[in-house]
């Protein structure tokens, strides 16, 4: 059960890196008409639904949680609502990537922490280290932390053009 957990725990990561590297790729399945960042969207709920099963097949559950949960998992859930909230579907799920103009956004959490949306989702990861074991948290973690290199550099050069 570990190494299917593994995987299941893994999985959205070379989904992303493909459409961070690829986006015209995407951009050409999706087909015209049809918005990129939306499919997106779409296929990592699912996708993320997987990677929750496999994290929950390894936990177990006691209540209360520690202290250390509340404030680590609000503030991270905090982080991940304000992001969605100031950038939207399309700026959360590679918008820019896929040729959309997202605009520039400096209010909170932007500009005080890098790559928000990543640093939200560790804080809440490390916030069920009672419930999950360490390796899981470890590996999800190092996932979000390859991802936050990728999209460290962009080259614009690579970004999709819309099918007309």
Not at 81 to 86: A, G
Request: with cysteine.
């Amino acid at each position: 059960m570990g190494i299917v957990a593994g995987i299941g725990v893994l999985l959205p990561f070379p989904f992303y890196y493909l459409l961070w590297t690829y986006p015209q790729s995407w951009v050409n399945l999706c087909g015209k008409g049809r918005d990129p960042s939306k499919v997106m969207a779409l296929v990592s709920h699912f996708i993320k639904l997987i990677q929750f099963v496999s994290l929950f097949s390894v936990s177990s559950f006691s209540w209360p949680p520690p202290l250390y949960f509340w404030p680590l998992f609000a503030f991270g859930q905090f982080l991940n609502f304000r992001v969605y909230q100031l950038l939207g579907e399309s700026g959360t799920y590679y918008g820019v990537r896929f040729g959309k103009n997202i605009p520039w956004v400096r209010e909170f959490p932007f500009g005080f922490i890098k790559d928000p949306q990543y640093v939200g989702s560790i804080m809440s990861l490390v916030a069920c280290l009672s419930w999950v074991p360490f390796q899981y948290i470890l590996l999800w973690s190092l996932g979000y932390l390859f991802m936050i290199h990728i999209e460290s550099a962009e080259d614009v050069t690579t970004r999709a053009k819309p099918l007309s």
